[in-house]
């Protein structure tokens, strides 16, 4: 795992920021942020990093989180996060370019239940996610979880969920597959 690698992962943790990390390690918000683009740190600070990151992971007592992107609610829109980011349990193996929204009521019963999290890290053309279940961004900005279908013309799609109207000729920025769904016990 890289310098930049393991700075990734402790600001997936709650709380962790890079001006926190720059604080922990007696250099600047400025230093880690160039570790972040790769930049390699001289030999005691990258020591310093290791011994951060050991502490942090090893215990098993700090789980690595990601921001919250928003809550999936009724309509299955997700909705942004209002007052500061809040972070969830980063999934298994993911890649620091996941995202989550968690479900938020009993609009996507019964495939979604409230408090249930969902996670996607690539954005693909829709054309690639035909009949398939996935998070899509509208381009008047909108992000649902919806079942990707052909529209009646080039460019635009049918989104199709099981609780609510098919939402006709709606044309797409992205679509993501789902990642991992984790359930809430």
Not at 6 to 35: F, H, P, Y
Not at 55 to 77: D, H, N, R, V, W
Not at 123 to 139: G, K
Not at 165 to 177: K, Q, T
Request: hydrophobic share 40%.
């Amino acid at each position: 795992m890289t310098i930049k690698d393991k700075v990734s992962a402790i600001l997936r943790l709650d709380g962790w920021t890079q001006m926190r990390i720059g604080q922990e390690l007696s250099v600047s918000q400025s230093t880690v942020n160039r570790w972040l683009r790769g930049a390699q740190p001289e030999g005691h600070h990258r020591d310093a990093v290791n011994e951060l990151f050991t502490s942090l992971f090893s215990s098993g007592a700090q789980e690595a989180q990601i921001p919250l992107k928003g809550y999936i609610g009724t309509g299955q829109t997700i909705y942004a996060v209002e007052g500061g980011p809040e972070y969830v349990k980063a999934p298994p193996e993911g890649s620091e370019n996941v995202v989550a929204a968690k479900v938020r009521g009993e609009s996507m019963l019964p495939m979604l239940r409230d408090g249930w999290v969902v996670y996607w890290s690539k954005l693909l053309p829709p054309s690639e996610l035909v009949n398939t279940l996935a998070v899509c961004q509208a381009m008047d900005g909108r992000i649902m979880v919806k079942t990707i279908h052909h529209g009646s013309k080039a460019g635009f799609w049918d989104l199709v969920s099981l609780n609510a109207d098919v939402m006709r000729d709606v044309e797409l920025e992205w679509a993501a597959p789902i990642d991992w769904i984790r359930p809430s016990y």
